[in-house]
Every structure is written in structure tokens, then in C-alpha cells.
């Protein structure tokens, strides 16, 4: 089963919300930053991810974005450039969402 990489990143306007949104998103991936994630998705694993995101942020108020960056192996890996610390980003292959 193929994933791909995604990066998420969130602005969320409410405590409880925000809450909310990182018990989500920390369910399907690897923080990166404080509201930055990587991901490592199929395409049944997205779905399952935004439907869960959809269910507890207020689109009105607050901001997700999911960005493709490829197969982990690939260009998933390659297109990220740090500047200061480099936080350690995922290993490609599987990984188990419990």
C-alpha cells in the first residue's frame, strides 16, 4: 500500500478547539513544529484524517493546510531546508496508526 507525505499545518482560534485539532492530526503523524506535522498517508488514511478535522474545527474561524510533498522516498524527504535546528523528520516506509 502506497503512502505519500503530507505536511500539515494548523491556526486554530480556540483553546478547546485547537486541543481538538492536535489530538487529531497527532494521530496520524510526526510533529515537526508546534502546529506543523508530517504525515505519512494512504489515500483512505487522508480521508480518515480530514473527515476527523472537519468534525472539530470551525471553518469560519480557523486555518488547515495539507500539503502532497510525494513519496516519503522521493521528493517527500529532499524538499525540506532548515534553518537553526533541524528537527529529525520520519523514516519512509509503513507506518502503524493505532
Not at 486541543?19 to 505519512?40: A, K, M, T
Not at 480521508?47 to 500539503?67: C, F, N, P, Y
Amino acid at each position: 500500500m502506497s503512502r505519500d507525505r503530507y505536511l500539515v499545518a494548523y491556526d486554530i482560534r480556540d483553546e478547546t478547539r485547537l486541543r481538538n485539532v492536535y489530538g487529531v492530526v497527532s494521530g496520524f503523524g510526526d510533529r515537526l513544529q508546534y502546529s506543523v506535522y508530517i504525515c505519512d498517508l494512504t489515500d483512505q488514511e487522508l480521508i480518515q484524517l480530514k473527515w476527523g478535522l472537519r468534525d472539530v474545527m470551525k471553518a469560519t474561524e480557523d486555518s488547515i493546510v495539507v500539503v502532497n510533498l510525494g513519496r516519503p522516498h522521493e521528493r517527500g524527504t529532499d524538499c525540506f531546508e532548515f534553518m537553526g535546528v533541524r528537527p529529525p523528520l520520519p523514516p519512509d516506509g509503513d507506518a502503524v496508526i493505532i
